[in-house]
């Protein structure tokens, strides 16, 4: 905020006055959102998809940020921008992970299907997810279009057929798909590694890589046997796939970590990818002498996309095959990264069908849990359908989880610091600044905006807020959200201080010229609240209408723009005031905590930790230290 200040020119703040002074006389009007929302030649078209959950699993707090959360604040970020958007997403329903789950809940996979959709769809209706659409994947236009695009690799000689090894279990009497079968990861030897993906290390495993597999259903050891299956050419893709990368990574907002992965996957050369399983739960292979298996669900998952854009308009195929007219936004964790940069857009560069692929890929690290994971099993950390069951309002947690967002490397929930962070941020700083503003005008003067007469101070103090605001648009769009979040924060620090510095609650009681500077004060920090009420609707929603509403801000100053607008005026009159948020009480914690299983790091272990990084410190040097006075020549380094 020093910073900005600093920084501000004498053109800086004389726009940032003229803009104020214009009000809401030419502001844009907010459009009329009709479905089915299709794309508008001229105009900015986004179509947004977060990864699609698996069915069988309750989401937890770092599935939620991974994807829908944070694709969600996109989307009502470009809704606000007057941008033309499409958000989809659904449920993830055909596959292994579904027969597992059926197997032991004694139900069928439909059932299955149907019971967790019910509880996704609750889940994401709580935390205020705002889908344009949330369907799901075992429907008639998924085999249709996952089928047309197999014939269309098939037709155009960009599948292979291969014998395969796979672990079969006897006592089962069965083929062992991926999420069947674990073991001992052969990469990082972590002990319970599933037959496709090491969840430690994050690698690409066959099952018949596993050292010590075991069937999850029996427990027995498998045995190897041969099956055959189709594979997608990577390799003879791999020139279109390059090209197209090469124009989407130089043109697009792919994050650091979905640009990584996928040059690691392009540099170590890319293979022939198994696209068929032996299951019986997933979406048919229409060719002779494959009909008794089904899709791998990483060829068919992605089509999801589609399939669902289908099942919510006739018309999909003008977002779905429109590359010249629609910006096409990813987001997932980390691990779903090649399947969405490698083998989804090879299946439709190579189904030469006009698809539009993806554009900007934004993909989060991993949040853990205090000192840990996230595990049902375990009952360690919050899942999606006990959140609500914690008093704590949807909008704190979409705060906190968006607060502390895993952008650039894995960071971790903590209750000591969802705590610090409500009564810091929210309620003393933010909370504190909205209500004192709305409290002024109530109180001194009867509920009416007063007369503004700008000093000099205050046309420093519009052109900070512009700046921040602009700062945020800029994030925003670049999809640094975290960041983005940071910019309301210091808008509401900047009308702190600005009210403590003039001090309008002893001006009102003075002569005539300081009762005006009051009134100047407590005009300019309500119209701060009411643009602090729309840059807070993709983040806290709840919140964002309730200061609405409180403030009765015109429908009209809805609409996002580059510039702070006067949007209260003089004589407007505002509705009933009353505090935003409440105080989180230690004992409060410590009883979720307890209840949640987060454990913290005892002070001896801090201890040792801390020792520990001292003697990694002083080797660091000494080894330095080393480097500058030996030569380099002569010295054999083994890394």
Known sequence: AEDTAQTLSEEDIAAAAESWSKGLADAPRPKQRHHPILPI???????????LPYVNNVPHLGNIIGSV??????????????WNTLYICGTDEYGTATETKAMEEGLTPQQICDKYNAVHTAIYKWFDISFDYFGRTTTAHQTTIAQDIFNRLLQRDFLLKDTVE?????TCQRFLADRFVEGICPFCNYEEARGDQCDKCGKLINAVELKRPQCKVCKQSPVVKSSQHLFLDLPKLEERLEKWLQQSLATGDWTSNARFITRSWIR???????ITRDLKWGTPVPLEGFTDKVFYVWFDAPIGYISITANYTDHWEKWWKNPQQVQLYNFMA????????VIFPSCLLGAEDNYTIVNHLVATEYLNYEDGKFSKSRGVG????????TGIPADIWRFYLLYLRPEGQDSAFSWSDLMLKNNSELLNNLGNFVNRAGMFVQKFFNGHVPKMELLAEDKRLLAQVTAELRQYNQLLEKVRIRDALRCILNISRHGNQYIQVNEPWKCIKGTPQEQARAGTVTGLAVNMAALLAVMLQPYMPSISTVIQEQLLVPQEAS??????????????RIGTVSPLFQKLENDQIESLRKRFGGGQVSCFSRMQMVTELQVCSLFCYLFLSILRTASLKTLDITW
Not at 69 to 82: G, I, Q
Request: proline share 4%; with cysteine; net charge positive.
């Open 41 to 51: 030649v001229g105009e900015k078209n986004i179509l947004i998809t977060s990864a």
């Open 69 to 82: 959360l944070s694709a969600d604040v996109f989307a009502r970020y470009c809704r606000l921008r007057n």
């Open 166 to 170: 796979q672990l079969r279990c006897e």
């Open 268 to 274: 170590d050369g890319l293979k022939p990818r198994c």
């Open 334 to 341: 980390k691990d779903n990264v090649p399947f969405h940069s």
């Open 382 to 389: 919050v899942f999606g359908d006990m959140a609500k069951d």
């Open 559 to 572: 609409v996002l723009t580059s510039d702070f607008r006067c949007v209260l005026p003089e004589g407007h």
